[in-house]
């Protein structure tokens, strides 16, 4: 199993620009969550889903959209990218509400 | 939401002694408490959790201890190794299906 794997690992965004943020895992799980990490802030949630076509809002959902069409995807959106959108952009999944498994990131600078 | 206190910030131990890292949470409710790694550049990974029903579990050189009274759980490393140095999140999970992360302890562990 690949686990959770994140395309682009890095990328350069000029203020105004849009972007996916891929997300996929192999693991048939259930949950998934995108979270951002900024430096000494540790990890929020951005939006999570608990299931294919299910989607909710985290803790900083503004500026970004999800969509689950399938168990495997779950794709990030931003739309009008802000420099406030710089940080480090993790995908993780779950079977249950409980162990959740990491994917490496997607480092995002917007200038 | 849940609320998650980690401390401290920084820990700074040499090879051979122990690692303590405390996290306070707020939602009496909670019953999961999971700790995760992040080396530098990767996605966190978790190493060792804990459910409400529980007091203390161990697995080789870690353990968490869990005292639900006063709402805190800890993290103890023994016989500490220049590769246990890393990022340290604690969580506990929110009113819905994540987790709410603690800000992270960078452990320095110097031979």
């Known amino acids: 199993n690949a686990g959770v794997t994140q395309t682009p690992k890095f990328r350069i965004l000029k203020i105004g620009q849009s972007m996916t943020l891929q997300c996929t895992q192999d693991m048939n799980h259930n949950y998934m969550y995108w979270y951002r990490q900024d430096p000494g802030m540790g990890l929020k949630l951005i939006y999570y889903?608990?299931?294919?076509?299910?989607?909710d809002k985290g803790e900083v959902p503004n500026g970004y959209n999800v969509s689950r069409s399938t168990t495997e995807d779950f794709p990030l959106r931003l739309e009008l990218a802000a420099p406030s959108q710089t940080s480090v952009y993790f995908c993780?999944?779950?079977?249950?509400?409980?162990?959740?498994?990491f994917g490496p990131g997607t480092r995002l600078t917007v200038l | 939401g849940e609320n998650v206190e980690q401390h401290p910030s920084t820990l700074s131990v040499q090879e051979g002694d122990s690692a303590v890292i405390k996290c306070t949470y707020s939602d009496s409710a909670s019953n999961y408490f999971p700790w995760y790694k992040q080396e530098l550049g990767k996605g966190p990974q978790l190493i060792i959790d804990?459910?409400?029903?529980?007091g203390e579990k161990k697995d080789q050189r870690i353990a968490v201890t869990l005292n639900k009274t006063a709402k805190h759980f800890s993290l103890h490393i023994t016989e500490t190794q220049p590769e246990d140095s890393a990022v340290y999140f604690c969580a506990a999970p929110n009113s819905g299906y994540a987790l709410n992360f603690g800000k992270g302890t960078s452990l320095l562990v110097t031979p």
């Open positions: 993780a999944s779950s079977y249950s509400e409980f162990e959740q498994f």
């Open positions: 804990i459910r409400s029903n529980v």
């Open positions: 889903s608990v299931g294919a076509g299910i989607t």
